[in-house]
């Protein structure tokens, strides 16, 4: 079978433009590694691993209602699936020294709609980010 040339170019711009945009995601989500947020609204989260390792990761806190959340945006998310796996998590809360103990409870339902309406991503931090998936925890004290 032989294939067009203009179906080759086709092709070829396609494979290029989808290579460029995978290192523009790769790119992103390496920075957000090396630059973690900082700021008012920056927290500092402890979960464990299944070897009981613990890890710590900067996020976003978000607050409704007089509620803490916080979301799992990105593909690196191995410390979301830790705080499933072990919700006894610790926090540092933005301008506090201390890690606080919560408990990090997954949201469904009216919540997690509310959460989704209220945080909305544009479509270009969406792209950016590679179009995760994302889902909403909320941080209760114990």
């Known amino acids: ?21 995978i290192g523009w995601v790769i790119e992103f989500e390496m920075s957000l590694g090396m630059n973690q947020p900082q700021g008012r ?32 945006n990105h593909w690196p998310r191995a410390w979301y699936h830790q705080a499933l796996d ?17 408990l990090a409870v997954p949201l469904d339902g009216a919540e997690e709609a509310l959460l989704r309406e209220e945080y909305r991503l544009s479509f270009r931090s969406r792209a950016q980010m590679g179009f995760p998936p994302r889902y909403f925890l909320r941080l209760d004290t114990r």
């Open 1 to 21: 079978m032989k294939i067009h040339k203009t179906t080759k170019w086709i092709l070829a711009g396609f494979g290029a433009l989808s290579l460029i945009y």
């Open 41 to 72: 609204t920056s927290i500092v989260i402890a979960t464990l691993n299944e070897n009981n390792e613990r890890h710590e990761r900067v996020l976003s806190l978000r607050e409704v209602d007089g509620n803490h959340y916080i979301a799992a």
């Open 86 to 102: 072990n919700p006894n998590v610790e926090v540092k809360m933005p301008g506090e020294d201390v890690f606080l103990p919560f």
